[in-house]
């Protein structure tokens, strides 16, 4: 595990400023690699190895082959990728196409009609500045298909349309001084579109002015490849994440830069360093990049200004919920696993998702979940199941399985599902899109000369048949993806 | 020698003319049809029978019209024929003409010769009746060259059946609302116990709630699929189409019957797939669609055949042999 020895690293390099490495741009990947001291007898080793060992040929040399009959083996000679290039490749975010025709119907989102029922049913392409945004903040995936357009656009479903009329109500609600904190479990198929609906909330409450953050996928904060530390002074013991939170900040400014710089602290935090009086949030955020181990901090200094009257409604989201709904791969000192709401991140987040805080300014908790990479989590399977049935079927709900290990911690947090009188907590079930809406998609594939095809009733009803009754990932692979 | 053969076999004749009544062999029933009355013909035949087979369907009426009931010849007395002839036989022999039974008589496979000779005369006499073209005619599955051997207990060569076969076709070309009866009858004999279209399952039925039910198998799968009039929604085993198969091919299979008619958006697919693996599963699907399709659509049956959703593919993995290190996979040849 990283943890003893990227912990040893941190504390070595306690006292050094991190300004050197500020151009990180992935949390996980680039955690810097030297260390400031070392006990091991790396050079010695490496001198006495090299002068003893013949130097093999190299890969591909010719040689003198004495054995008979024996061929050397043909290895081929392409040039292997460097360390971390697959990766990089298979992590990589192509958001254009510069051999897809640019759809001249193709309508942006504004601030105005974003909220407006109207846009539903339709494709809506991304502004600029939000993509940006977007991309900063890591709701683009790489599995899903921007690469295949001009520019990024989705379809307004009627889903998106439904958190629009949250994000509506929240601003309603927040006009009236009333505020208020909707949480929202996506659920769905496998390529249902959950991921998607995630970014189209945060796209709309970027375009709405809300404060965003987001956490791109819960696997990188659970699964032990970042450093962690105790909490001081929590009970019971939370451990944060420096690097990941510094990641985390560096993420927000980017996607919220506009607010961060124009608004000023209010609060007077006791913070471990000094920051000039009336600053800016953003003077705030970037000390919180820069010095990761200030970063948890800075974080809650943030949250703190966000509370305060008057600042923008919250967009939370997590995507991949369930590998925090369970013990994390992180050990504690006892060698005892951290459950995954012990992480100071996840547990900001779960409290807010619970209910048992809330919003000052109100905003919109989102959490999504994976069908295709997820762990075994019985009681959030449990509670979604619940809920899904409380909304389709409330005569039939399920019951808890008492043969199944069950989570308490996780129960306590989703208790809420099983409500319905709670209307704030819920699911919000992806299914298959409409026939209309599957026309409208592939009207917008034609257009973008991906496919060749007269988009008519026929062609959408066969396409949208195979793929499932309108699972939009089946309907953009088959009509886009393999062309048969 | 030839000679007193023949005087014999005269002499015999004129016995059988004398004694009428005379304790004769009583034949079993499926020769029934040969009547055992006693002729008015002037013809008599010296034939043996030629029912030895498992001969049982009726003969040919043109040719038997012209047998004579068979009787077996009287045992000779030789002491009769040592003496002179009488005056009074030799008139009657004289008013005598042996003449066989079938005008095959003399050859070696007489009950072929007999129906190849009817079926030419029975063509020879409808031959001006209009014909429809081999394709129009009713199917018919004609005996094979074994059966027909088996019936008639002789070996007969495959050319000249064939050359029957090919008199029977043209027989059958007469135009359908025209064709005698006769020939209906003659070709009665040379076909086979069961014809295409004898059995006709019972029509599939919607039921109450409009369902059409078929059932298809391939490989070790079998599947059940139940149609609606719908607008193009599938749950297989009370999944969706895209979790149930991970294929697209296999999710195309499955509703080809569909799909391969566009009547993909009209209805809506329930399906219940058991046993074997994914393709099996798919391959069944196709099959059970298709038969609930003719349910609801009888008219599509040419459509879907053409898009190979009727014929059930009857191939499963061949079984392992003794000897064999798999169905046909021999051991590797070791020299000792």
């Known amino acids: 595990m990283m943890n003893s020895s990227t912990c040893l690293r941190s504390f070595s390099k306690l006292s050094l400023d991190r300004t050197a490495h500020a151009s990180l741009t992935s949390r996980t990947l680039f955690?810097?690699?030297?260390?400031?001291?070392?006990?091991?007898?790396?050079?010695?080793?490496q001198v006495t190895s090299k002068a003893k060992k013949p130097v093999a040929p190299r890969r591909g040399e010719k040689t003198l082959n004495v054995k008979k009959g024996k061929k050397a083996p043909n290895y081929d000679m392409g040039k292997r990728p460097n360390p971390g290039e697959r990766k990089a490749q298979r992590k990589r975010i192509v958001l254009s196409n510069n051999n897809a025709l640019a759809v001249a119907s193709l309508q942006d989102l504004s601030p105005k009609n974003v909220l407006d029922p109207s846009i539903e049913g339709k494709v809506m392409g991304f502004p600029e500045e939000i993509v940006d945004a977007l991309r900063a903040e890591e709701a683009f995936k790489p599995s899903q298909g921007w690469g295949l357009f001009r520019r990024p656009a989705a379809l307004v479903r009627k889903e998106t349309a439904q958190l629009a009329t949250l994000i509506k109500a929240v601003e309603d609600a927040k006009a009236e001084k009333q505020p208020r904190t909707i949480r929202r479990l996506v659920t769905g198929d496998l390529m249902s579109g959950k991921s998607t609906l995630l970014l189209q909330g945060l796209a709309m409450a970027h375009l709405r002015g809300w404060f965003v953050i987001n956490l791109p996928n819960a696997q990188e904060i659970a699964f032990a490849r970042t450093d962690y530390a105790p909490l001081a002074g929590s009970d019971p013991l939370q451990y944060t994440q420096d690097t990941y939170t510094?990641?985390?900040?560096?993420?927000?400014?980017?996607?919220?830069?506009?607010?961060?710089?124009?608004t000023r602290m209010v609060t007077k935090p006791d913070l471990?360093?000094?920051?000039?009086?009336?600053?800016?949030?953003?003077?705030?955020?970037?000390?919180?990049?820069?010095?990761?181990?200030?970063?948890?901090?800075v974080f809650t200094t943030l949250w703190q200004e966000l509370s305060q009257p008057g600042r923008p409604p919250i967009m939370f989201a997590l995507d991949a919920i369930a590998h925090v709904m369970r013990n994390s791969d992180y050990l504690s000192a006892e060698v005892k696993p951290i459950h995954g709401f012990d992480l100071t991140l996840i547990r900001q987040f779960v409290d807010h998702l619970s209910g048992q805080k809330t919003l000052a300014n109100g905003g919109i908790i989102l959490g999504g979940t994976s069908q295709s990479n997820k762990p075994a989590t019985p009681a959030l399977d449990h509670f979604i199941k619940v809920a899904e049935a409380l909304q389709s079927d409330p005569d039939n709900v399920p019951k808890w399985n008492p043969y199944l290990g069950v989570d308490q911690r996780v129960v306590d947090a989703l208790q809420g599902l099983e409500d319905p009188k709670q209307k704030d907590f819920d699911?919000?079930?992806?299914?298959?899109?409409?026939?209309?809406?599957?026309?409208?998609?592939?009207?917008?594939?034609?257009?973008?000369?991906?496919?060749?095809?007269?988009?008519?009733?026929?062609?959408?009803?066969?396409?949208?048949?195979?793929?499932?009754?309108?699972?939009?990932?089946?309907l953009e692979r088959a009509s886009v993806r393999l062309r048969l | 020698m030839a000679r007193s053969e023949l005087s014999r076999g005269v002499q015999a004749a004129a016995e059988c003319l004398n004694?009428?009544?005379?304790?004769?062999?009583?034949?079993?029933?499926?020769?029934?049809?040969?009547?055992?009355?006693?002729?008015?013909?002037?013809?008599?035949s010296t034939t043996p029978s030629r029912r030895v087979g498992i001969d049982d369907t009726p003969k040919l009426e043109s040719v038997s019209q012209s047998l004579e009931?068979?009787?077996?010849?009287?045992?000779?007395?030789?002491?009769?024929?040592?003496?002179?002839?009488?005056?009074?036989?030799?008139?009657?022999?004289?008013?005598?003409?042996?003449?066989?039974?079938?005008?095959?008589?003399?050859?070696?496979?007489?009950?072929?010769?007999?129906?190849?000779?009817?079926?030419?005369?029975?063509l020879r006499k409808t031959a001006t009746l209009p014909t429809v073209t081999p394709a129009e005619a009713p199917r018919v599955a004609w005996k094979s060259i074994d059966q027909y051997r088996i019936m008639t207990n002789e070996p007969?060569?495959?050319?000249?059946?064939?050359?029957?076969?090919?008199?029977l076709r043209r027989l059958n070309c007469i135009h359908p609302t025209l064709i005698p009866d006769e020939v209906v009858q003659a070709m009665k004999r040379f076909k086979k116990d069961s014809q295409p279209g004898d059995i006709v399952s019972p029509p599939g039925v919607l039921d109450e709630w409009g369902r059409s039910r078929g059932i298809g198998r391939r490989k070790t799968s079998s599947a059940i699929a139940f149609l609606v009039e719908g607008e193009g929604e599938v749950l297989i085993n009370g999944k969706p189409l895209t979790i149930?198969?991970?294929?697209?091919?296999?999710?195309?299979?499955?509703?080809?019957?569909?799909?391969?008619?566009?009547?993909?958006?009209?209805?809506?697919?329930?399906?219940?797939?058991?046993?074997?693996?994914?393709?099996?599963?798919?391959?069944?699907?196709?099959?059970?669609?298709?038969k609930a399709l003719l349910v609801h659509e009888p008219a599509l049956k040419p459509a879907l055949r053409r898009a190979g959703c009727i014929t059930r593919d009857p191939r499963k993995v061949e079984r392992k042999k003794p000897g064999h290190v798999k169905a046909r996979k021999m051991p590797t040849w070791v020299k000792r």
């Open chain 2, 19 to 44: 004694i009428a009544s005379r304790p004769r062999y009583c034949a079993p029933m499926r020769c029934a049809q040969r009547a055992f009355a006693p002729s008015t013909s002037r013809y008599l």
């Open chain 2, 156 to 167: 007969v060569k495959t050319q000249r059946f064939h050359k029957m076969l090919h008199v």
């Open chain 1, 427 to 474: 699911v919000l079930r992806l299914g298959g899109v409409s026939k209309p809406e599957a026309k409208a998609m592939m009207e917008y594939y034609a257009h973008s000369g991906m496919l060749r095809h007269t988009v008519d009733d026929r062609l959408v009803a066969e396409k949208w048949s195979l793929a499932g009754m309108g699972n939009v990932g089946e």
């Open chain 2, 244 to 290: 149930f198969f991970d294929r697209l091919h296999h999710r195309e299979s499955a509703v080809w019957a569909l799909k391969a008619t566009n009547r993909l958006d009209k209805y809506n697919l329930f399906g219940r797939v058991t046993g074997g693996g994914s393709t099996g599963q798919a391959e069944a699907m196709t099959l059970a669609v298709a």
């Open chain 1, 246 to 262: 510094a990641d985390l900040l560096r993420q927000i400014l980017k996607g919220n830069r506009a607010f961060l710089e124009e």
């Open chain 2, 69 to 122: 009931p068979f009787t077996a010849a009287p045992p000779i007395d030789f002491s009769k024929t040592d003496k002179p002839s009488s005056m009074g036989n030799k008139k009657v022999l004289e008013g005598l003409r042996i003449v066989p039974a079938s005008p095959s008589y003399f050859s070696a496979k007489p009950t072929f010769t007999d129906d190849y000779i009817s079926l030419t005369a029975l």
């Open chain 1, 272 to 297: 471990p360093f000094p920051l000039p009086a009336n600053s800016t949030l953003k003077v705030l955020v970037e000390q919180g990049m820069v010095n990761s181990e200030f970063s948890w901090a």
């Open chain 1, 31 to 45: 955690a810097p690699q030297t260390a400031c001291f070392s006990t091991s007898t790396g050079y010695r080793a």
